[in-house]
C-alpha cells in the first residue's frame, strides 16, 4: 500500500481518537454568536470572516472545530509554541475556545483548482487529509487551500525540523526537500479559496 494511503488511514483513526476525546472530556458545545464577539480579538490577523490578513497567518475560516479546538488548546496549555498565538490564547478558557471554534467553522469555504491544474496531479502524500483542492478530508487536519507559500513553507520545515509535532505530518515532512516543500506550497497557495462567512 502507497506511504500516503496507510498515512491517511493512520490520520482518520486518530482524528476520530482525538475529536472523540473532546466531546467526552469537555462536553461543551460551543456558541458561534459568542465566538463572534471573542473573534475580536483574531481578526487582525485572522479576520473576523477568517481570511488571513498576514502572509504569516492561516486562514481560519471553514475551518473543522475540532482542529481549531486542538490547536487553541495547544497554543494555551503551551504543547504548541508561537510568539503571538501562545500569548493570546493563554487567557482563553475552554468554553473560550470552543465557542471560536464554532464560529469559525460554521463558515462556508469553496476552493477552486486554478486552470490548467488537475485533480490527478495533485501532490499525492497531501491528498488524503488535505484533499486536491485544500479542503480538508479529517476533522483534525487544516484547510491549505490559498494559503501563502510563506505560511504553508513555514509549517512544512517546523514539522520536519522537529519545531512543530504531528503523528502524520512529522514523518512525512522529514523526507521532504526543500523543492519538495516549495512545490507543495505553491500547489495549495495557487488554489482560488473563498470564505462564505456566516451572518
Same mark, same amino acid.
Given at each position: 500500500?502507497?506511504?500516503?494511503?496507510?498515512?491517511?488511514?493512520?490520520?482518520?483513526?486518530?482524528?476520530?481518537?482525538?475529536?472523540?476525546?473532546?466531546?467526552?472530556?469537555?462536553?461543551?458545545?460551543?456558541?458561534? +454568536?459568542?465566538?463572534?464577539? !471573542?473573534?475580536? /480579538?483574531?481578526?487582525?490577523?485572522?479576520?473576523?470572516?477568517?481570511?488571513?490578513? *498576514?502572509? *504569516?497567518?492561516?486562514?481560519?475560516?471553514?475551518?473543522?472545530?475540532?482542529? #481549531?479546538?486542538?490547536?487553541?488548546?495547544?497554543?494555551?496549555?503551551?504543547?504548541?509554541?508561537?510568539? /503571538? /498565538?501562545?500569548?493570546?490564547?493563554? +487567557?482563553?478558557?475552554?468554553? &473560550?475556545?470552543?465557542?471560536?471554534?464554532?464560529?469559525?467553522? +460554521?463558515?462556508?469555504?469553496?476552493?477552486?483548482?486554478?486552470?490548467?491544474?488537475?485533480?490527478? &496531479?495533485?501532490?499525492?502524500?497531501?491528498?488524503?487529509?488535505?484533499? !486536491?483542492?485544500?479542503? %480538508?478530508?479529517?476533522?483534525?487536519?487544516? &484547510? #491549505?487551500?490559498?494559503?501563502?507559500? /510563506?505560511?504553508?513553507?513555514?509549517?512544512?520545515?517546523?514539522?520536519?525540523?522537529?519545531?512543530? %509535532?504531528?503523528?502524520?505530518?512529522?514523518? *512525512?515532512?522529514?523526507?521532504?526537500? &526543500?523543492?519538495?516543500?516549495?512545490? #507543495?506550497?505553491?500547489?495549495?497557495?495557487?488554489?482560488? #479559496?473563498? *470564505?462564505?462567512?456566516?451572518?
Amino acid at each position: 500500500m502507497h506511504r500516503s494511503i496507510v498515512l491517511g488511514l493512520g490520520g482518520v483513526f486518530l482524528a476520530q481518537v482525538f475529536s472523540g476525546s473532546l466531546v467526552q472530556a469537555e462536553g461543551l458545545t460551543g456558541d458561534p +454568536s459568542a465566538g463572534r464577539k !471573542a473573534a475580536g /480579538m483574531c481578526r487582525t490577523c485572522h479576520g473576523l470572516d477568517g481570511y488571513a490578513k *498576514i502572509p *504569516i497567518a492561516p486562514h481560519i475560516g471553514g475551518e473543522p472545530a475540532p482542529y #481549531l479546538v486542538h490547536q487553541l488548546t495547544a497554543f494555551r496549555d503551551g504543547t504548541r509554541d508561537h510568539e /503571538m /498565538m501562545s500569548v493570546v490564547a493563554r +487567557s482563553l478558557t475552554d468554553q &473560550n475556545i470552543a465557542d471560536l471554534a464554532a464560529w469559525y467553522s +460554521s463558515h462556508t469555504v469553496v476552493a477552486d483548482l486554478p486552470p490548467g491544474k488537475a485533480a490527478e &496531479n495533485a501532490p499525492e502524500d497531501c491528498v488524503a487529509c488535505h484533499g !486536491a483542492d485544500g479542503l %480538508s478530508q479529517l476533522e483534525d487536519a487544516p &484547510n #491549505l487551500a490559498g494559503e501563502t507559500v /510563506m505560511y504553508i513553507d513555514t509549517q512544512l520545515k517546523a514539522f520536519r525540523t522537529g519545531k512543530r %509535532s504531528h503523528e502524520i505530518m512529522s514523518e *512525512i515532512a522529514a523526507d521532504l526537500t &526543500n523543492d519538495d516543500i516549495r512545490s #507543495l506550497a505553491e500547489w495549495y497557495a495557487g488554489v482560488k #479559496l473563498k *470564505i462564505e462567512m456566516t451572518k
